[in-house]
């Protein structure tokens, strides 16, 4: 590094290449990121206080290039800010793209994108959430009676239990038999 | 909050959490006390509660609502939890946002706040777990499950991974992360990359990295041929050249020209080359580099310097004249020390010309063998995982509607125009979806007898043209290399002869025919393999396909008979032209032209060498020359006319079968032409380039969806036919073809009929015993029952996975069974319910 400023202390980033599927470059990358969302605000210095406690709103996020077009923009910062407000610290912002990472496992990704389809967060897929889904996919290029059509077929082909709901290990199954999942659940960084 | 609810959502396992003084320090350093903790953990991860009785509020309810004909599984979630706390998140997202917040739950976030989740002796990836490499026992989540290398989801909200401990993984992670930094210094799009990937997702960006793959490859197999071959024969070559001056300089009137002519003579001579009997010194031409040159330099010295230069770009582009005189071609590597310390002249001393310490043969077929084994390597291993994935997901056809709504929305779209396509693209999926389940049944029926007689008849006159053209385009290859080009040129070379005799210079018309015939059999290759896929595209959209998959598929399939076909048709031609021919006039190419008093087969590995290197230069050209010269226009029309000759959009499918099909001709080419490899890395970056510029500006994402993981994997079968079809055609050559006994590395070894005879012999030489075991590891007593086990193995392999297919279906009828009986004892509950 020589004489330029040093964001994180090699401990950080020991921890960081610990505990997400990042190498020290895209570290450094996605917290370049994080402060061109807001250049004035991030400080240069990150302390560990910094990446849980220095926050960016919601607003600010959804500025990201990568989010901007994305149909479940919304859901996804939700789901990964820790509290759920879509208020994002740099450990979650991190925490993000290590999951839409390549080297992400499978199942790991699964687990975060029924969160994300998850409109009502009470663990399971429900006809209204895949409504919402369908309704972000294709906007309004579908009709009404098509669109409820489709989200009963969706619900028929995974729902196995026959209870209304896909939960969890349903979505899974189905995820992981997928054979694009893991590629299109992926953000390059 | 009631919610239909499979049982299966109650968690069902317990476990004991780890009670380390330490680790509970560390936790109230962080939470206050150790319960508070705990008590944190369970609200966030849904954690069962081990004692049943001890709080309740966190049980599963199971009531049975009188309302409601259904069994109601209710779960219920502590007060303050993340249940609520999200539900209260998502109430204030819908707008009615309510400022006085419960103080606890204030309290709560500024907890979760003041702690780092990576901070301290974290190292496993679970959220709030302070597991370490040195006390894996500390997992906080339940690890009987856990693998210790995998990823595993336990339960439904809990996941991790356990960065393996021990010296092996500290490598296995260090070069893997050392591996991945020089991939990536490799990598020469990344940037670009990601914005192909932004505009046309995943499928387009793949073909970005299989150009990139295939040049990496190519550089790869030129710095290895490079060092191995190229250079050492360059070295040879001038360290015979200095040898030769040296004794030269001892003995008055002799040249070194004159020298190497009288040793090639010598062997020349020598009865095992069969030269035509009255062949004095004098009337010999040696076909070797300075040789070569001298006669092709003394045959332009009257012309002008702008036609020399004309001459010297023409010979650019056909590889003969100079080119052929220099290294590019297999012909001119000769091993010239060890021919020199095997010929004996009567009148000259050559013991100091020492054998060469390196055997250039051994390097020309080691060179080879490496090339051929990192391409397989990298074939195997870019399609590997994608393989794998592609194996595990063949079921996925059952679930269409789920995978396109859930799994199929690439996210790394993040361009307008992207997005909007993607949209449309997937929403025309899903309505295809609901059409085809709608409608399959009832239009098989309505179907009329006319109606499928119809579209057969189409189909089978499709196929037929097809097959009819692909037999034309046999047919034109094979007459020009075997009558056309060489009658033409014959013709040629005589008006050529005459007009010299007459006006001292042959007319650039003359030459402009020449050059015409001499690139017919590639102008006839590349005019198929761009024309044909147009009409094929064309053609399969009257076929009357069910869906736009099949109708790729059939175009897809169609495509690749072509490229196939064009290369096997050029493997046969020359296969022709190995046949032993008598000239009798000035033949039809330089390499042969300096050979023409042998009666042996001429000097074929520089002769093909050629052939590959015009199909490829000609491919250059008309890549660069299509986009430069009809897309660019045909796009600036329609930005301003608005009209639309041909389809803008990015044709993927045919790209990468393109590049597939021009790497096949490099394997072919490298084996006659070393040099070929660099020549491969540039080929692939002027395809880079064309392809990124049409990308960026020309072209437009395909309207059809792209199943990148499925195409993939047929992609890279493609690509290892391809490879198995060039290895097959090498090792043909190796083993049953003569090498040229007038130039190239085997110049010397009529002793050997095949380089491969070659190799065994100069193999057992080194290695006296190992010799032996080779003998017995190829002999047909080790063959045979290696063949046998190999086949035992494969039977087995296949029983075993229809066994496991078999299970699956009877787990899964297990489930349908489970699920009956769950309806039953529902039924049963609700009568019970009405009569109680």
């Known amino acids: 590094?020589?004489?330029?400023?040093?964001?994180?202390?090699?401990?950080?980033?020991?921890?960081?290449?610990?505990?997400?599927?990042?190498?020290?470059?895209?570290?450094?990358?996605?917290?370049?990121?994080?402060?061109?969302?807001?250049?004035?605000?991030?400080?240069?210095?990150?302390?560990?206080?910094?990446?849980?406690?220095?926050?960016?709103?919601?607003?600010?996020?959804?500025?990201?290039?990568?989010?901007?077009e994305n149909p479940y923009r919304r859901r996804i910062i939700t789901v990964f800010s820790e509290d759920g407000s879509g208020e994002m610290s740099f450990n979650d912002f991190l925490e993000m793209f290590s999951v839409f990472c390549e080297r992400a496992p499978k199942e790991l990704k699964a687990y975060y994108a029924f969160r994300i389809y998850d409109y009502d967060e009470d663990g399971f897929l429900s006809l209204s959430d895949i409504a919402k889904t369908l309704r972000a996919l294709c906007r309004d290029s579908l009709e009404e009676k098509d669109r409820r059509l489709i989200a009963d077929r969706v619900m028929k082909e995974c729902n196995m239990d026959d209870n209304g709901a896909i939960s969890f290990s349903e979505f899974e199954n189905m995820v992981t038999k997928s054979a694009e999942f893991a590629e299109t659940f992926h953000i390059r960084i | 909050m009631s919610r239909r609810a499979s049982d299966q959502s109650v968690p069902t396992f317990t476990w004991d959490l780890p009670t380390y003084t330490e680790y509970e320090r560390e936790v109230e350093s962080r939470y206050g006390t150790y319960e508070e903790y705990e008590m944190e953990m369970r609200v966030r991860h849904r954690w069962p509660v081990a004692q049943p009785d001890a709080d309740p509020s966190s049980h599963v309810v199971i009531t049975v609502n009188p309302n409601?004909?259904?069994?109601?599984?209710?779960?219920?979630?502590?007060?303050?939890?993340?249940?609520?706390?999200?539900?209260?998140?998502?109430?204030?997202?819908?707008?009615?946002?309510?400022?006085?917040?419960?103080?606890?739950?204030?309290?709560?976030?500024?907890?979760?706040?003041?702690?780092?989740?990576?901070?301290?002796?974290?190292?496993?990836?679970?959220?709030?777990?302070?597991?370490?490499?040195?006390?894996?026992?500390?997992?906080?989540?339940?690890?009987?499950?856990?693998?210790?290398?995998?990823?595993?989801?336990?339960?439904?909200?809990?996941?991790?991974?356990?960065?393996?401990?021990?010296?092996t993984h500290t490598v296995i992670r260090f070069v893997r992360y050392n591996g991945e930094r020089i991939g990536r210094a490799l990598n020469f799009y990344g940037p670009i990359y990601r914005r192909i990937e932004g505009y046309y997702g995943s499928g387009v960006a793949g073909y970005v990295g299989l150009i990139n793959r295939l040049l990496l490859l190519s550089l790869f197999s030129f710095v290895l041929l490079f060092g191995l071959l190229i250079l050492p024969s360059i070295i040879n070559y001038e360290q015979f050249q200095t040898k030769i001056k040296e004794i030269s300089a001892t003995k008055p009137g002799s040249s070194p020209l004159g020298i190497e002519k009288q040793i090639l003579y010598s062997f020349a001579s020598s009865s095992a080359f069969g030269l035509v009997g009255n062949l004095t010194i004098d009337t010999y031409e040696p076909y070797l580099t300075k040789h070569h040159a001298i006669a092709l330099a003394n045959k332009n010295t009257n012309s002008s310097r702008a036609s020399q230069l004309a001459t010297a770009a023409?010979?650019?582009?056909?590889?003969?004249?100079?080119?052929?005189?220099?290294?590019?071609?297999?012909?001119?590597?000769?091993?010239?020390?060890?021919?020199?310390?095997?010929?004996?002249?009567?009148?000259?001393?050559?013991?100091?010309?020492?054998?060469?310490?390196?055997?250039?043969?051994?390097?020309?077929?080691?060179?080879?063998?490496?090339?051929?084994?990192?391409?397989?390597?990298?074939?195997?291993?870019?399609?590997?995982?994608?393989?794998?994935?592609?194996?595990?997901?063949?079921?996925?056809?059952?679930?269409?509607?789920?995978?396109?709504?859930?799994?199929?929305?690439?996210?790394?779209?993040?361009?307008?125009?992207?997005?909007?396509?993607?949209?449309?693209?997937?929403?025309?999926?899903?309505?295809?979806?609901?059409?085809?389940?709608?409608?399959?049944a009832a239009e098989r029926m309505r179907k009329t007898t006319r109606q499928k007689l119809t579209v057969f008849f189409i189909r089978f006159t499709v196929w037929f043209l097809v097959v009819a053209f692909l037999d034309v385009f046999g047919y034109l290859l094979y007459t020009s290399y075997d009558e056309w080009v060489p009658e033409n040129l014959e013709r040629i070379a005589k008006k050529a002869q005459t007009e010299t005799e007459q006006t001292g210079s042959t007319s650039s018309l003359l030459e402009a025919e020449r050059f015409v015939f001499n690139f017919l059999p590639s102008i006839i290759i590349t005019g198929f393999n761009t024309i044909l896929p147009i009409f094929l595209n064309f053609a399969s959209k009257f076929e009357r396909y069910r869906s736009t998959k099949t109708e790729l598929r059939v175009t897809l399939v169609r495509t690749i008979l072509l490229r196939l076909a064009s290369v096997a048709f050029l493997l046969m031609s020359f296969f022709r032209q190995l046949e032993p021919k008598q000239f009798t006039v000035p033949p039809y190419n330089e390499a042969?032209?300096?050979?023409?008093?042998?009666?042996?087969?001429?000097?074929?590995?520089?002769?093909?060498?050629?052939?590959?290197?015009?199909?490829?230069?000609?491919?250059?050209?008309?890549?660069?020359?299509?986009?430069?010269?009809?897309?660019?226009?045909?796009?600036?029309?329609?930005?301003?006319?608005?009209?639309?000759?041909?389809?803008?959009?990015?044709?993927?499918?045919?790209?990468?079968?393109?590049?597939?099909?021009?790497?096949?001709?490099?394997?072919?080419?490298?084996?006659?032409?070393?040099?070929?490899?660099?020549?491969?890395?540039?080929?692939?970056?002027?395809?880079?380039?064309?392809?990124?510029?049409?990308?960026?500006?020309?072209?437009?994402?395909?309207?059809?969806?792209?199943?990148?993981?499925?195409?993939?994997?047929?992609?890279?079968?493609?690509?290892?036919?391809?490879?198995?079809?060039?290895?097959?055609?090498?090792?043909?050559?190796?083993?049953?073809?003569?090498?040229?006994?007038?130039?190239?590395?085997?110049?010397?070894?009529?002793?050997?009929?095949?380089?491969?005879?070659?190799?065994?012999?100069?193999?057992?030489?080194?290695?006296?015993?190992?010799?032996?075991?080779?003998?017995?590891?190829?002999?047909?007593?080790?063959?045979?029952?290696?063949?046998?086990?190999?086949?035992?193995?494969?039977?087995?392999?296949?029983?075993?996975?229809?066994?496991?297919?078999?299970?699956?279906?009877?787990?899964?009828?297990?489930?349908?069974?489970?699920?009956?009986?769950?309806?039953?004892?529902?039924?049963?509950?609700?009568?019970?319910?009405?009569?109680?």
């Open chain 2, 314 to 440: 023409l010979e650019l582009l056909e590889g003969t004249g100079w080119m052929e005189a220099s290294w590019m071609f297999l012909g001119q590597y000769v091993d010239q020390l060890d021919l020199a310390s095997r010929a004996v002249l009567p009148d000259l001393d050559l013991s100091t010309v020492g054998p060469s310490p390196y055997n250039l043969s051994m390097a020309f077929l080691f060179s080879m063998f490496a090339v051929l084994t990192v391409s397989v390597i990298v074939l195997i291993f870019s399609s590997g995982s994608s393989l794998k994935e592609n194996l595990k997901g063949q079921h996925s056809q059952a679930y269409p509607f789920c995978e396109a709504m859930f799994s199929t929305w690439p996210h790394s779209l993040q361009y307008e125009n992207g997005v909007e396509n993607q949209r449309m693209t997937e929403t025309s999926q899903l309505r295809s979806f609901l059409t085809i389940a709608k409608k399959r």
């Open chain 2, 592 to 836: 042969i032209f300096t050979v023409a008093n042998v009666t042996t087969t001429p000097c074929f590995e520089t002769y093909v060498g050629q052939q590959i290197y015009k199909v490829l230069v000609l491919d250059v050209l008309v890549a660069v020359g299509l986009f430069a010269g009809v897309r660019v226009p045909l796009k600036i029309l329609h930005n301003v006319t608005g009209i639309e000759v041909l389809s803008f959009e990015f044709d993927l499918s045919g790209n990468i079968l393109s590049a597939i099909y021009i790497q096949c001709l490099y394997w072919l080419g490298i084996f006659f032409s070393p040099p070929l490899a660099g020549m491969a890395v540039l080929h692939f970056l002027v395809v880079a380039i064309v392809a990124q510029l049409g990308i960026f500006f020309v072209f437009s994402p395909s309207t059809k969806i792209h199943h990148s993981s499925g195409s993939d994997v047929f992609f890279t079968v493609v690509a290892l036919f391809a490879f198995f079809l060039a290895l097959l055609v090498l090792g043909f050559a190796a083993v049953k073809v003569q090498p040229s006994t007038v130039c190239g590395p085997f110049l010397f070894m009529a002793d050997y009929p095949t380089m491969y005879a070659y190799f065994m012999a100069t193999f057992k030489t080194y290695l006296a015993s190992a010799g032996f075991l080779v003998d017995v590891a190829a002999s047909s007593v080790v063959l045979f029952p290696v063949t046998v086990c190999l086949a035992v193995i494969l039977y087995y392999k296949i029983a075993t996975a229809r066994a496991k297919a078999d299970g699956i279906k009877i787990l899964k009828q297990k489930i349908e069974t489970a699920t009956a009986q769950k309806k039953f004892l529902e039924q049963k509950a609700r009568q019970l319910k009405k009569f109680s």
């Open chain 2, 68 to 167: 409601e004909p259904v069994l109601v599984v209710e779960q219920r979630i502590p007060e303050g939890g993340r249940y609520a706390e999200s539900l209260a998140d998502s109430e204030a997202q819908d707008g009615s946002e309510d400022g006085d917040a419960d103080p606890a739950q204030e309290a709560k976030k500024a907890a979760l706040r003041s702690h780092n989740r990576f901070h301290g002796t974290r190292k496993c990836w679970a959220k709030y777990c302070w597991a370490d490499r040195k006390n894996p026992a500390r997992h906080s989540h339940p690890l009987e499950t856990l693998s210790s290398n995998r990823i595993k989801t336990i339960g439904k909200d809990v996941d991790l991974l356990v960065i393996p401990s021990g010296p």
């Open chain 1, 1 to 68: 590094m020589g004489n330029k400023l040093v964001t994180f202390s090699e401990e950080q980033l020991e921890e960081y290449q610990d505990c997400t599927f990042f190498g020290r470059k895209e570290i450094l990358d996605v917290y370049k990121k994080f402060v061109n969302l807001s250049p004035a605000a991030v400080p240069e210095i990150m302390t560990r206080w910094d990446c849980q406690n220095f926050r960016l709103s919601r607003a600010e996020i959804e500025g990201l290039p990568e989010l901007k």
